[in-house]
């Protein structure tokens, strides 16, 4: 952010790092309007994800009921979002 008269500083980079092997993937990325789960052999099916903002606003709760499962994200505005899953990962998607 660049504050009003220019003046601009860097915020602490910290590298996350859950431990979980997990394959879970979602693609297309960026997305416009549905997104695609596959979950691996990630055991969180009958669990719910959360789609956060930029801001950490919770945007949307999602059941995890498949090993591979859509998402409507039609109505989510232009932005990056994050998916955080129950067992800790997360992963980041782009909505065009």
Do not use: C, E
Request: net charge positive; glycine share 8%; hydrophobic share 40%.
């Amino acid at each position: 952010m660049v504050d009003a008269d220019g003046r601009f500083t860097y915020s602490q980079v910290i590298w996350l790092n859950s431990g979980h092997n997990t394959l879970i993937s979602i693609y297309p990325n960026p997305v416009t309007d549905i997104i695609n789960i596959n979950i691996g052999d990630a055991k969180i099916l009958k669990t719910n994800a959360g789609i956060f903002d930029g801001n950490g606003r919770l945007m949307q709760s999602v059941l995890i009921h498949a090993d591979q499962q859509q998402i409507n994200v039609q109505p989510l505005a232009k932005g990056v979002y994050l998916i955080k899953f129950a067992d800790g990962t997360a992963q980041s998607f782009i909505k065009k």
